[in-house]
């Protein structure tokens, strides 16, 4: 069906290593949501962290999306073809003068805080530079004495004095990596993504990405932060943990299983139906306010 609305979502993993449960939970949940509108699902492949990717991962994770029928529209998109984009966003950020060059080392960082437990965030030390030095570093931004307000559908209002709670952070490291935080901004701003859905472990980063959509005179999706999937000791599963990998061979099992724990109560019937026939209902019944709240579902 095509889309008839101007919604527009997406899901947009890094290929650091296979789909994990709790990923595959987050790209359905993104998907009904979008489907649910009648509106667009974009794939897009986060593989600015070059000496995080793992050979043959994009492919894995397209494999799986496709097996468990969670079809994208249009093109997949790679944010490493749109570097000149998040290096645009840096100049003009520059051209307001928030920008600095910062040499500090994370083991420098790391020395002062068992030092002076006082400091929290970042201390300014590099705040005043004026010009780059010859040394490796990074580019952090100015953060103001303000709060960021954010309104999350599923979590209400928050706030955060970025400053205070985070202070100057990175959007280019010294390796020239351009940081998640710059990239996400750019990337959702370039496709025109309406809302984004994904995990409440990225809430913390909201205020951070709001801040550079102010700077860059970019509208602001809607966000709605859902649960992280945790295992018996309450880890959330991740690939840093070595998660196991989605298997592809049991995926009507494995979606009516994922329907249940995001709360939508799939009829007991179902549990056997093709899988087309359960991607269905779960778009015709699909409510994210079920996950209102909840911020962690345990294995």
């Known amino acids: 069906m095509p889309p008839q609305s101007s919604y527009i979502g997406r899901f947009?993993?890094?290929p650091t290593g296979p789909l994990h449960l709790g990923s595959l939970f987050?790209?359905?949940?993104s998907f009904l949501?979008?489907?649910k509108h009648q509106g667009q699902w974009l794939l897009r492949i986060d593989d600015l962290d070059t000496p995080r990717l793992a050979t043959g991962a994009t492919e894995k994770i397209i494999t799986t999306l496709d097996a468990y029928g969670l079809h994208w529209d249009g093109e997949i998109t790679y944010e490493s073809q749109w570097l000149e984009h998040y290096q645009n966003a840096i100049e003009r950020l520059t051209q307001q003068d928030i920008i600095y060059p910062c040499?500090?080392?994370?083991?420098q960082l790391k020395r002062d805080r068992l030092e002076n437990?006082?400091?929290?965030?970042?201390?300014?030390?590099?705040?005043?530079?004026r010009q780059s030095p010859l040394s490796p570093h990074s580019l952090r931004i100015k953060t103001p004495e303000q709060s960021i307000t954010i309104d999350d559908l599923l979590h209400g209002q928050l706030q955060q004095n970025i400053h205070h709670d985070i202070g100057d952070f990175i959007i280019k490291r010294r390796d020239h990596i351009f940081s998640y935080q710059l990239a996400v901004v750019v990337s959702d701003h370039r496709q025109k993504i309406t809302e984004v859905v994904r995990g409440i472990d990225l809430l913390d980063s909201t205020p951070r990405q709001v801040f550079l959509q102010q700077r860059l005179g970019f509208a602001t999706p809607n966000y709605q932060h859902i649960p992280i999937i945790v295992d018996s000791h309450g880890t959330k599963l991740s690939k840093q943990a070595f998660s196991t990998?989605?298997?592809t061979h049991n995926t009507r099992q494995t979606l009516y299983y994922l329907l249940t724990q995001l709360q939508q109560n799939p009829p007991q019937e179902l549990s056997s139906a093709p899988l087309n026939e359960l991607l269905d209902w779960a778009i015709?019944?699909?409510?994210?306010?079920?996950?209102k709240k909840i911020t962690a579902i345990s294995l």
Not at 26 to 29: D, F, G, I, R, S
Not at 103 to 107: E, F
Not at 117 to 129: A, N, V
Not at 284 to 291: E, G, R, Y
């Open 103 to 107: 040499t500090c080392s994370r083991k």
């Open 33 to 35: 949501q979008a489907r």
């Open 284 to 291: 015709s019944s699909w409510d994210i306010k079920s996950l």
């Open 245 to 247: 990998p989605v298997h």
């Open 117 to 129: 437990p006082s400091i929290k965030t970042y201390p300014g030390t590099c705040r005043y530079h």
């Open 12 to 14: 947009a993993p890094s």
């Open 26 to 29: 987050t790209a359905l949940a």
